[in-house]
Structure formats: structure tokens, C-alpha cells
């Protein structure tokens, strides 16, 4: 079977029993503040799970793509060294909200893998929680029983909590596992070891390896770490897919099957190396094989590379990428992008945004390479310089703050520092460098840490969301819980009904307040959404949090927001329109104050194009569209209407569309009943945010008519300036040509005093034993001695002449120094003098060996300077 048919085979056989079919979620997170990335297939589910969603399917299965590079899952620096390890990878799933529990999860299993596709019963192992003596919890003797009807005793084994206790996190919902195994060895080694595969199971051997865990949540882990018994159990189970396809391949590592092996044919045509020949240049080609599909993905569900957060660990994985191809394969230009269509080729059935964001990809991928490239060359030659120290200084050691600083600061590898230290004989002190290294993880983890109180539960039951219609509703707290954070207390206060918007889609939080039935009040400071749950942020609570609560939302805020909002929507329309339909959102920010959005377009946008869109978009304003607002609409009668779905996003069955005249979109977030309320828009700046992604910030309302009242103040200014001269802008192109005649004229001045200052200087020379000396000492022209120096170098080319200059001006105290080629090949360094002397004068400088300056704040240690600087020339005199 091939990959695409072993995809398929899942889903068909999940879909007959019962399961509906979903597609895969974003593998980048946007709303959820615990997780930056789909790590798990549950992901998408954990609102459900924890109850905060309602179940609109009580089965359902999928093929999830995933990513595992961060944080508690990390298997970055695996990937490549062993044949099983990935950082992208797609997890087949089912799932049961509520309906079947253990008995169906492990006989679908089983007859999915044994019946369906026929892998032999006497390889597959099956591992059972083996009990816990500390959390009270005994043997899953269930989930032994179920399984004792397919295997025999002894590939029934216990396994440990570590291994066989599911938890999504300190608290929540958590429960046993199974784990399937399968000794994927060939006979002959099994008879040659004489090992039983019962003795390799969760031993990292990488022919016997897990490749489904069925997950039983039973239980809710409260925060002081006692279990309860969930109202409703969840059966998660996950099998990961390109092992799944190197068992039934017969493969001995996933990177031979069909998955991968097209892509590794690729990368060895582009670099003229051949898959299979050397173990270095193997384990380049798996990471490049594995990243390339990490990166496309990602930039699909719209996160690029950056510097923050999750694009971040994007520009890190492209960077590991680019460095095993510079490293090993010998590639110094960009050639990761050029993988880009196989990748399309391979996978774009099953995932056809693949296909449709391929031209967006391609130049993204491409301009982070040539960036990252130069970043390379610029480490080598900073690492070439500590090198060069350190065996001047007879060291063969490099310090490993200097070593984590190239890593750090300049983003150079690790390893190929260390690579590159091993080629000169040389090694960096590891401790030093590690030291460095946790404490920047201890600064991170303390600046993140969060203490989460258990949650108080006053009454069960669902967020009803009412801000579409009203800003001040009469409610019921439902749940609340206090947390700490970066030493600061807060509560999250849950409501039955709430018009308070929570955070999401671009679209920031609402703030006002909370008024309590004994009239206590609580400021709201931010509203987000957490594992789908609205919740809002508040200082304080009063005692007795029971009964009515008005919660009542910032109007005027709110208004600006729902301004801004509207205003991105018509704002992507007018780009599309003159731009062309190739224009897509990529990101937007909606505050208060003002809008960003972020969109695709493979040039600058010019500001006659700029000027059409904001004209466009007024007109729009001016035409005082009626929102039309469809909140319970099928996806695909939405889409046959028109609206625009982004890549990257998470859709329902249902979905809201928002219809201003021509512009149409799904949408979530607030706006205005009318487009007329906007008033304005006024576009700020246009600018890049990486290559084929271009950004518009904006403000409309009262903030427009802020930036218009500004222009005019400051135009108003000029004319004042300018005497109220009819023709403004003649005036100042007038008073430009004026200026730069006369800085023109000035520089030649300052050319011919500096000239005749140098040759007055010359004049003054006294022999200083062999030496010509030039000391200019006490009050003088500062610039005009740093302007002098320069003119006489090339003077004397077989002449020791020599100037020190100990001067102050102003108050400023300097110091100079010029030395004549004869005295440089001599051994003196003018630099290296000025950076002892400036001690003296409280300052600092340099420059180069024949000239060099500084400057400090220390007037009176002058004397002492030219002392210095004189007994230093008094060696060569």
C-alpha cells in the first residue's frame, strides 16, 4: 500500500464505524495562549474534552498534522540522527466525546490493524497502566482484560506511569493508555539476538517502536494533585503515520518509504549526493527531508519566520535546515526553496492548501535562506577572530560565553562552531557555555511561569456569547479561579451570558466592568480565550461572587474597535481589487487605536496604489453599506457566496459571514451596523514583513481625524515658516538648493582651512631623536584636528614623523595620534596607543595603526595622556 492509501484505509474504516470525518486543524495555534503549535491530535478537540465546547459529533477521526519542537515535546535534535523521529508528522486519529469507551477503542484497534490491514498478531505488543501506589490507582485490569481477547499473556505488559498515564497538564482531564507495538525486526535477527520483542517495548529500539496509544481520560486532576471522575470519558487515541507506513512497507526506517523517499531523490539531484553513502551526509538529508515539510506547512497555516514566539521556532528549524545542507552537503547558496514543488507533489492531494499557497511559499522560504547565509558567513568570520585570539594568546580554548554569544546573539549553530573549533585543534569550555545557557532558559521560564488555582464551580453550564447584539447584559458567574503570575495576583471569572468579547482572530479583548449584586464593582482588563473558553481578566472579586452580575463593556472602546474591524475587512477588499485576487490576508491586529494587516503581494505597494486603496475604501464609507450578518451558515453555502476562508484557520460546520456591498468574509469578530459609522480610514505606512508579505497599518474615526488635524498643524507650520508663500513646496525645493550651494561652499572652506592647518602643523616638527614630532597641546579646534590627520597619511613615506595631540575644546577633552608608515612597520599601533591613553581623559576610542582618536570626559588628566603617548614613541627615537 502507499501512503496515500494507508491515509485513506484509516478514515474509510473509522468512517464505517460510526465516525465523522473531519480535516485536519491548522498545525499553527492562534488562540490558544498554552501552545504555539498542534503537538498532539486532541489539540483541536481540548474544548470539548475540558467542556467548554458543546459535542457536535460524538465520533470523529481524522489525519492531524502535528509539529513537536517545543517545550515538553521536543524531538528537534533527534530528527535525523534515528529513523523515527520528526517535527512535523501526521497523526491518525478517533475520537469518542461521551459514547464508546475502552472496550470498542481497543477492538477497533485491533481490528483495523490486524483484519484491515493484516499486520501479524505475533509481532504486536500491548502495554496497560500498570498502577500507582502514590495516586491510589490500581492496574488498568480493564483495558488487560479487552486486550487478553486478541494477544496472549505475555504481550500483555505493564507499563509505567510515565509511559502509560496520559495528562494534558498539571491539572485537567488525564487518564490511562495502551499502547500497540510492533517488532518490525526480520526473523533472522530475531533468531540471531535470541531477544524477545516483549523485552525491547519502550526500550528505543528503532525496529520495535510504538505506533498507536489509546488514551482512556477518566479522570480531572485538580490543582492540589487529587483525581475526580469526569462526568463524561473521552477516548483520544493517536497513530503515527509514516510509522504506520514503514511497517506495512517493510521498511526499516520512515525515511525509506514512500513519504519521504521522493523527497530525499530531490535533495540528492540538487546537491549531487546520494542517499545511502555516508552516515554524515545521510542524517543532512533526513533533516533537510523532515524540515522542508515543517516549514511549508507552517507558512501555509500563515506563520512565517521571525523572531518571536512560534515564528521563531519556524526560523530556527529553517536555519537547522540550511546548516546541515552548508555543513554537509557542501551548499553555500539558497536551495531549500527548490524543494518546495516535490514537497507540493508529494503531499498536495491530501492537503491542497499546500498547492494553492505554493507561489507564496517559494520566495518566503527562499529570502530566509540568503539571510541566514550571510548570517553564517558573518559568524565564521567573528569565530575566526576568537580562534585567532586565542592562539595568540596560547589558548586552546574558547570561552563559552563567547560561543553561546554567537549562538544567541548572531543566531551561529552550536555544533558548527564546535565543528569548526575541532578542525583547528581547539575546544570551548562547555560548562561556561551551559551556564549561559540555563540561565537564559531560568530568565525565560521565570518571566512565563503561571500558577493556576483550581477552578471554584458555582454552577455548570456554558458561555453564552450576547456582545453581537448588546454591551451590558444581566448574568451569573459560572466559574472563577485566582492566578499568579510574575508575582502578581489575578482572577479568571467565567459568565453564564457575556457581551464581552474575548480575544481572537486578530480582534484584542473587550475591557469595562462587573457590578455585583452588594453594588462591589471589578474592572475587566482584557478578555481572552482560553482551550475555547471566554474568560475575563479582573484585579479583584468580591467575597460572595453568587447571583446577578451586570457585566457591562467598554462602549467607546469597543466602537473603535468594531471600526477598525470593519475598516480591515473593506480595506482587503480594495487591495484585492487593485492589486489583483492574488492578495490574501496573511495576520491583521484590531485595537482600539488602530488596524494592521498583513497581506501577500511580491512587491512594494506604490503610493499611487496606495492612494487608490484608501480612496476606494472611503467611497465604501461614504456608500454606507448594511452589514449583512449570516451567524449560522454552512461552510460551503458560504463559500459558494463568495467569502473568503483564510488559510490557517479553524472553521465549524457552521460559520458567521460578514457582507458589506461587494466585500464578503467569514468572520467572527464585532463591526459596525453601518459603514457610514467609520467615518474615515487614513492608511499610516505600507511596509515589508518578510519576502511576498507586505503590511498596511491604518486608523479610521476619531483617530483619522486626528492624522488629518496633525497634517494640517504641521502644514499650516511650514507655511508660517515659509511666510505664507503661495507655492509651498517651489519654496522649499528652493530653500534645498540653497542650502546645499551653500554646505557646498563650506566644505570646500573647511577643505582649504584644514589644508593650510595641516601644512602649518608640518612646519612646527621638532626632531625627536630620529624622529619627526608634531604636540599640539591645550585649547584648540577638536574637528579640525581630526579633519587635519587623514591628509597626512602618504606624506611621509620613508620619514618617521609622528603628531600627538592632547587638546580640548569646548570643555571636551581629546587626544590624537598619527604615526608615518616607517613607524608602523616598526611595531607601533596608534590604535592600541589611544586605548591605554584614554584612560587618563575618562574615555574612549580607536582607530587604526597609523591614526586614532578618543574622546573622554576628564579634562584635567590631559598631561598625563600626552606623558603616556610621548614615552611609547620614546622607544623608537
Same mark, same amino acid.
Given at each position: 500500500?502507499?501512503?496515500?492509501?494507508?491515509?485513506?484505509?484509516?478514515?474509510? %474504516?473509522? @468512517?464505517?464505524?460510526?465516525?465523522?470525518?473531519?480535516?485536519?486543524?491548522?498545525? +499553527? *495555534? &492562534?488562540? $490558544? #495562549?498554552?501552545?504555539?503549535?498542534?503537538?498532539?491530535?486532541?489539540?483541536?478537540?481540548?474544548?470539548?474534552?475540558?467542556?467548554?465546547?458543546?459535542?457536535?459529533?460524538?465520533?470523529?477521526?481524522?489525519?492531524?498534522?502535528?509539529?513537536?519542537?517545543?517545550?515538553?515535546?521536543?524531538?528537534?535534535?533527534?530528527?535525523?540522527?534515528?529513523?523515527?523521529?520528526?517535527?512535523?508528522?501526521?497523526?491518525?486519529?478517533?475520537?469518542?466525546?461521551?459514547?464508546? %469507551?475502552? @472496550?470498542?477503542?481497543?477492538?477497533?484497534?485491533?481490528?483495523?490493524?490486524?483484519? +484491515? *490491514? &493484516?499486520? $501479524? #498478531?505475533?509481532?504486536?505488543?500491548?502495554?496497560?497502566?500498570?498502577?500507582?501506589?502514590?495516586?491510589?490507582?490500581?492496574?488498568?485490569?480493564?483495558?488487560?482484560?479487552?486486550?487478553?481477547?486478541?494477544?496472549?499473556?505475555?504481550?500483555?505488559?505493564?507499563?509505567?506511569?510515565?509511559?502509560?498515564?496520559?495528562?494534558?497538564?498539571?491539572?485537567?482531564?488525564?487518564?490511562?493508555?495502551?499502547?500497540?507495538?510492533?517488532?518490525?525486526?526480520?526473523?533472522?535477527?530475531? @533468531?540471531?539476538?535470541?531477544?524477545?520483542?516483549?523485552?525491547?517495548?519502550?526500550?528505543?529500539?528503532?525496529?520495535?517502536?510504538?505506533?498507536?496509544?489509546?488514551?482512556?481520560?477518566?479522570?480531572?486532576?485538580?490543582?492540589?494533585?487529587?483525581?475526580?471522575?469526569?462526568?463524561?470519558?473521552?477516548?483520544?487515541?493517536?497513530?503515527?503515520?509514516?510509522?504506520?507506513?514503514?511497517?506495512?512497507?517493510?521498511?526499516?526506517?520512515?525515511?525509506?518509504?514512500?513519504?519521504?523517499?521522493?523527497?530525499?531523490?530531490?535533495?540528492?539531484?540538487?546537491?549531487?549526493?546520494?542517499?545511502?553513502?555516508?552516515?554524515?551526509?545521510?542524517?543532512?538529508?533526513?533533516?533537510?527531508?523532515?524540515?522542508?515539510?515543517?516549514?511549508?506547512?507552517?507558512?501555509?497555516?500563515?506563520?512565517?519566520?521571525?523572531?518571536?514566539?512560534?515564528?521563531?521556532?519556524?526560523?530556527?528549524?529553517?536555519?537547522?535546515?540550511?546548516?546541515?545542507?552548508?555543513?554537509?552537503?557542501?551548499?553555500?547558496?539558497?536551495?531549500?526553496?527548490?524543494?518546495?514543488?516535490?514537497?507540493?507533489?508529494?503531499?498536495?492531494?491530501?492537503?491542497?492548501?499546500?498547492?494553492?499557497?505554493?507561489?507564496?511559499?517559494?520566495?518566503?522560504?527562499?529570502?530566509?535562506?540568503?539571510?541566514?547565509?550571510?548570517?553564517?558567513?558573518?559568524?565564521?568570520?567573528?569565530?575566526?577572530?576568537?580562534?585567532?585570539?586565542?592562539?595568540?594568546?596560547?589558548?586552546?580554548?574558547?570561552?563559552?560565553?563567547?560561543?553561546?554569544?554567537?549562538?544567541?546573539?548572531?543566531?551561529?549553530?552550536?555544533?558548527?562552531?564546535?565543528?569548526?573549533?575541532?578542525?583547528?585543534?581547539?575546544?570551548?569550555?562547555?560548562?561556561?557555555?551551559?551556564?549561559?545557557?540555563?540561565?537564559?532558559?531560568?530568565?525565560?521560564?521565570?518571566?512565563?511561569?503561571?500558577?493556576?488555582?483550581?477552578?471554584?464551580?458555582?454552577?455548570?453550564?456554558?458561555?453564552?456569547?450576547?456582545?453581537?447584539?448588546?454591551?451590558?447584559?444581566?448574568?451569573?458567574?459560572?466559574?472563577?479561579?485566582?492566578?499568579?503570575?510574575?508575582?502578581?495576583?489575578?482572577?479568571?471569572?467565567?459568565?453564564?451570558?457575556?457581551?464581552?468579547?474575548?480575544?481572537?482572530?486578530?480582534?484584542?479583548?473587550?475591557?469595562?466592568?462587573?457590578?455585583?449584586?452588594?453594588?462591589?464593582?471589578?474592572?475587566?482588563?482584557?478578555?481572552?480565550?482560553?482551550?475555547?473558553?471566554?474568560?475575563?481578566?479582573?484585579?479583584?472579586?468580591?467575597?460572595?461572587?453568587?447571583?446577578?452580575?451586570?457585566?457591562?463593556?467598554?462602549?467607546?472602546?469597543?466602537?473603535?474597535?468594531?471600526?477598525?474591524?470593519?475598516?480591515?475587512?473593506?480595506?482587503?477588499?480594495?487591495?484585492?481589487?487593485?492589486?489583483?485576487?492574488?492578495?490574501?490576508?496573511?495576520?491583521?491586529?484590531?485595537?482600539?487605536?488602530?488596524?494592521?494587516?498583513?497581506?501577500?503581494?511580491?512587491?512594494?505597494?506604490?503610493?499611487?496604489?496606495?492612494?487608490?486603496?484608501?480612496?476606494?475604501?472611503?467611497?465604501?464609507?461614504?456608500?454606507?453599506?448594511?452589514?449583512?450578518?449570516?451567524?449560522?451558515?454552512?461552510?460551503?453555502e458560504a463559500k459558494a457566496m463568495g467569502a473568503m476562508a483564510l488559510f490557517g484557520e479553524k472553521y465549524g460546520d457552521d460559520v458567521r459571514v460578514i457582507k458589506y456591498g461587494p466585500s464578503i468574509e467569514l468572520c467572527g469578530g464585532c463591526h459596525v451596523q453601518r459603514l457610514g459609522q467609520i467615518g474615515s480610514v487614513r492608511i499610516l505606512m505600507e511596509t515589508s514583513v518578510a519576502a511576498g508579505i507586505r503590511r498596511i497599518e491604518a486608523v479610521t474615526a476619531a483617530r483619522a481625524d486626528e492624522v488629518y488635524y496633525d497634517m494640517q498643524d504641521m502644514l499650516n507650520t511650514m507655511r508660517d515658516m515659509f511666510h505664507n508663500s503661495p507655492d509651498l513646496v517651489a519654496a522649499i525645493h528652493k530653500q534645498i538648493e540653497e542650502n546645499t550651494a551653500l554646505k557646498k561652499q563650506m566644505e570646500e572652506m573647511m577643505a582649504q582651512k584644514i589644508a593650510q592647518y595641516r601644512d602649518r602643523i608640518i612646519e612646527k616638527a621638532e626632531d625627536f631623536g630620529v624622529i619627526r614630532l608634531v604636540r599640539i597641546e591645550g585649547e584648540a579646534d577638536n574637528a579640525l584636528i581630526r579633519g587635519m590627520l587623514p591628509l597626512l597619511k602618504g606624506r611621509f613615506a620613508d620619514v618617521r614623523f609622528a603628531v600627538l595631540a592632547a587638546t580640548v575644546s569646548d570643555g571636551k577633552p581629546q587626544i590624537a595620534v598619527f604615526f608615518s608608515q616607517p613607524l608602523v612597520d616598526e611595531g607601533l599601533n596608534a590604535g592600541m596607543v589611544i586605548k591605554s591613553a584614554a584612560?587618563?581623559?575618562?574615555?574612549?576610542?580607536?582607530?587604526?595603526?597609523?591614526?586614532?582618536?578618543?574622546?573622554?570626559?576628564?579634562?584635567?588628566?590631559?598631561?598625563?595622556?600626552?606623558?603616556?603617548?610621548?614615552?611609547?614613541?620614546?622607544?623608537?627615537?
Amino acid at each position: 500500500m502507499t501512503a496515500q492509501e494507508i491515509r485513506k484505509s484509516f478514515l474509510d %474504516f473509522m @468512517q464505517s464505524k460510526g465516525h465523522t470525518i473531519v480535516p485536519s486543524a491548522p498545525m +499553527v *495555534l &492562534k488562540d $490558544d #495562549p498554552t501552545l504555539m503549535f498542534t503537538n498532539a491530535g486532541m489539540n483541536p478537540w481540548k474544548g470539548i474534552i475540558l467542556g467548554n465546547d458543546p459535542i457536535v459529533h460524538s465520533r470523529v477521526a481524522d489525519s492531524q498534522k502535528c509539529l513537536r519542537v517545543s517545550g515538553k515535546h521536543n524531538d528537534l535534535e533527534e530528527v535525523g540522527h534515528d529513523t523515527y523521529h520528526h517535527t512535523m508528522f501526521e497523526m491518525l486519529g478517533n475520537w469518542s466525546f461521551g459514547d464508546y %469507551f475502552k @472496550q470498542e477503542a481497543i477492538d477497533y484497534a485491533w481490528e483495523y490493524i490486524v483484519d +484491515v *490491514l &493484516k499486520i $501479524d #498478531p505475533k509481532n504486536l505488543y500491548a502495554t496497560v497502566f500498570e498502577g500507582s501506589k502514590e495516586e491510589g490507582l490500581e492496574r488498568d485490569n480493564e483495558a488487560a482484560a479487552i486486550w487478553a481477547k486478541h494477544l496472549p499473556e505475555d504481550h500483555i505488559l505493564n507499563g509505567s506511569k510515565h509511559d502509560n498515564f496520559w495528562e494534558m497538564g498539571d491539572t485537567g482531564p488525564c487518564g490511562p493508555c495502551s499502547e500497540l507495538h510492533v517488532d518490525s525486526r526480520t526473523e533472522e535477527e530475531k @533468531q540471531r539476538t535470541g531477544i524477545a520483542g516483549k523485552d525491547l517495548v519502550n526500550k528505543d529500539h528503532p525496529q520495535v517502536i510504538e505506533i498507536w496509544n489509546l488514551v482512556f481520560m477518566q479522570y480531572n486532576r485538580k490543582a492540589d494533585g487529587t483525581l475526580d471522575e469526569l462526568p463524561k470519558k473521552v477516548i483520544d487515541t493517536g497513530m503515527g503515520f509514516e510509522r504506520l507506513v514503514r511497517t506495512l512497507q517493510c521498511k526499516q526506517s520512515n525515511y525509506d518509504t514512500d513519504v519521504f523517499q521522493p523527497m530525499l531523490c530531490r535533495i540528492g539531484e540538487l546537491t549531487g549526493v546520494t542517499y545511502g553513502k555516508d552516515e554524515q551526509t545521510d542524517i543532512a538529508m533526513r533533516v533537510i527531508a523532515d524540515h522542508i515539510r515543517t516549514i511549508c506547512f507552517a507558512i501555509t497555516d500563515g506563520q512565517l519566520p521571525s523572531n518571536e514566539k512560534a515564528g521563531y521556532v519556524i526560523r530556527r528549524i529553517l536555519r537547522r535546515a540550511v546548516r546541515y545542507g552548508y555543513t554537509f552537503l557542501g551548499q553555500r547558496e539558497a536551495f531549500l526553496y527548490r524543494l518546495v514543488p516535490q514537497l507540493v507533489k508529494d503531499m498536495g492531494d491530501s492537503y491542497p492548501e499546500l498547492r494553492q499557497q505554493e507561489q507564496q511559499i517559494v520566495p518566503v522560504i527562499q529570502a530566509e535562506e540568503q539571510a541566514f547565509l550571510r548570517t553564517l558567513d558573518k559568524g565564521i568570520s567573528l569565530l575566526d577572530k576568537l580562534i585567532a585570539d586565542a592562539k595568540k594568546a596560547g589558548r586552546t580554548e574558547i570561552s563559552g560565553t563567547d560561543v553561546f554569544t554567537l549562538k544567541d546573539t548572531y543566531g551561529f549553530p552550536l555544533d558548527l562552531t564546535e565543528l569548526i573549533l575541532r578542525e583547528n585543534g581547539m575546544t570551548t569550555d562547555e560548562e561556561e557555555y551551559n551556564k549561559a545557557l540555563a540561565h537564559q532558559k531560568e530568565m525565560g521560564r521565570s518571566a512565563n511561569k503561571q500558577d493556576l488555582g483550581d477552578w471554584n464551580v458555582i454552577e455548570d453550564g456554558e458561555t453564552e456569547f450576547t456582545g453581537y447584539d448588546e454591551l451590558e447584559t444581566e448574568t451569573k458567574v459560572l466559574r472563577y479561579r485566582k492566578v499568579t503570575q510574575k508575582g502578581r495576583d489575578f482572577y479568571q471569572v467565567v459568565l453564564a451570558q457575556t457581551p464581552f468579547y474575548a480575544e481572537m482572530g486578530g480582534q484584542v479583548g473587550d475591557t469595562g466592568v462587573l457590578t455585583f449584586t452588594d453594588g462591589t464593582t471589578a474592572r475587566v482588563t482584557d478578555t481572552k480565550r482560553e482551550n475555547g473558553l471566554p474568560v475575563h481578566i479582573v484585579c479583584e472579586l468580591p467575597e460572595n461572587v453568587t447571583g446577578t452580575v451586570r457585566a457591562a463593556v467598554d462602549a467607546e472602546r469597543r466602537r473603535a474597535i468594531a471600526c477598525n474591524h470593519s475598516a480591515t475587512h473593506i480595506v482587503h477588499y480594495a487591495l484585492r481589487q487593485v492589486l489583483g485576487a492574488h492578495v490574501e490576508q496573511k495576520g491583521s491586529l484590531v485595537t482600539a487605536d488602530s488596524l494592521r494587516f498583513d497581506f501577500s503581494h511580491f512587491q512594494k505597494v506604490t503610493n499611487e496604489e496606495l492612494r487608490r486603496v484608501e480612496q476606494l475604501a472611503n467611497e465604501m464609507i461614504r456608500n454606507d453599506y448594511v452589514l449583512e450578518e449570516s451567524r449560522h451558515t454552512p461552510i460551503a453555502e458560504a463559500k459558494a457566496m463568495g467569502a473568503m476562508a483564510l488559510f490557517g484557520e479553524k472553521y465549524g460546520d457552521d460559520v458567521r459571514v460578514i457582507k458589506y456591498g461587494p466585500s464578503i468574509e467569514l468572520c467572527g469578530g464585532c463591526h459596525v451596523q453601518r459603514l457610514g459609522q467609520i467615518g474615515s480610514v487614513r492608511i499610516l505606512m505600507e511596509t515589508s514583513v518578510a519576502a511576498g508579505i507586505r503590511r498596511i497599518e491604518a486608523v479610521t474615526a476619531a483617530r483619522a481625524d486626528e492624522v488629518y488635524y496633525d497634517m494640517q498643524d504641521m502644514l499650516n507650520t511650514m507655511r508660517d515658516m515659509f511666510h505664507n508663500s503661495p507655492d509651498l513646496v517651489a519654496a522649499i525645493h528652493k530653500q534645498i538648493e540653497e542650502n546645499t550651494a551653500l554646505k557646498k561652499q563650506m566644505e570646500e572652506m573647511m577643505a582649504q582651512k584644514i589644508a593650510q592647518y595641516r601644512d602649518r602643523i608640518i612646519e612646527k616638527a621638532e626632531d625627536f631623536g630620529v624622529i619627526r614630532l608634531v604636540r599640539i597641546e591645550g585649547e584648540a579646534d577638536n574637528a579640525l584636528i581630526r579633519g587635519m590627520l587623514p591628509l597626512l597619511k602618504g606624506r611621509f613615506a620613508d620619514v618617521r614623523f609622528a603628531v600627538l595631540a592632547a587638546t580640548v575644546s569646548d570643555g571636551k577633552p581629546q587626544i590624537a595620534v598619527f604615526f608615518s608608515q616607517p613607524l608602523v612597520d616598526e611595531g607601533l599601533n596608534a590604535g592600541m596607543v589611544i586605548k591605554s591613553a584614554a584612560k587618563h581623559i575618562q574615555g574612549g576610542g580607536g582607530g587604526q595603526p597609523w591614526m586614532a582618536t578618543a574622546g573622554g570626559r576628564n579634562a584635567d588628566g590631559l598631561q598625563a595622556a600626552m606623558e603616556e603617548m610621548t614615552a611609547v614613541l620614546a622607544e623608537k627615537r
